[in-house]
């Protein structure tokens, strides 16, 4: 099934370890994206990527970057996490082109706890 | 800054009842209306609704889009203890370069 897969589902790390997060889709879409969420607000966009085009929300912290090395992966990089980085990271893609192509498709997300 | 609020932001209803959730927006060169369901992992899609699709149906869920009064709705009939989620409302800004404003959501609770 086609479909947007992250990885590691949950992870711990320690203030100012520097982590990785991953996602891979095989829907072949164009657009990328990395939201955060935090317990109950609504998801919040940091970057997104339009094929390897890189678009960065004016707000994101500059803490967090990203990687799109191919049009299957994408990667979120926190350099140096704080505790307010505690969240859910929430990957999804879109076709970018067509009818529905602004219609998001998320993945599982990763938990992410920074103690 | 576009926005959008989401009410009540928290229900809870018995199995069998109908439910309305509500979004309004303040978008500059609205494009369209989206609808997720949230439960313990990703959004997943329900509904996109434009200018020219105002009034979607999916079996139990309905909804419409009021752009006179940049709002939507999304009705629950006959509500299963399976419809227990959040419920977020996003809305696209033409010319956005693809991105969506999400409110914070809606939790529905449906007890049995």
């Known amino acids: 099934d086609a479909m947007v897969i992250q990885n590691p589902r949950y992870q711990v790390t320690q203030f100012g370890k520097p982590v990785t997060l991953s996602c891979s889709q095989t829907?072949?879409?164009?657009?990328m994206y990395w939201y955060q969420q935090k317990s109950s607000q609504a998801p919040k966009l940091l970057f997104h990527?339009?094929?390897?085009?890189?678009?960065n929300e004016a707000d994101t912290p500059d803490n967090f970057q990203s990687r799109r090395p191919n049009t299957s992966f994408c990667f979120l990089d926190i350099r140096s996490p704080g505790l307010g980085d505690t969240a859910m990271y929430l990957c999804?893609?879109?076709?970018?082109?067509?009818?529905?192509?602004?219609?998001?498709?998320f993945g599982p997300g990763t938990r992410l706890t920074v103690l | 800054e576009d926005k959008v609020v989401q009410s009540p932001l928290s229900l809870v209803v018995h199995e069998g009842d109908t439910v309305t959730l509500n979004c309004s927006y303040e978008v500059t060169n609205f494009r369209s209306l989206l609808w997720y369901k949230q439960e313990k992992k990703a959004p997943t899609f329900l509904f996109m609704l434009t200018s020219s699709g105002i009034e979607k149906k999916s079996g139990r869920l309905s909804s419409i889009l009021d752009k006179k009064e940049l709002s939507s709705i999304l009705n629950i009939t006959a509500t299963q203890t399976g419809d227990s989620a959040i419920y977020l409302c996003a809305v696209e800004r033409g010319g956005s370069n693809y991105k969506l404003t999400f409110g914070k959501g809606t939790l529905l609770t449906v007890n049995p």
């Open positions: 999804a893609t879109s076709r970018g082109a067509g009818p529905t192509y602004n219609e998001q498709f």
């Open positions: 829907l072949n879409h164009n657009v």
């Open positions: 990527y339009y094929d390897k085009d890189f678009n």
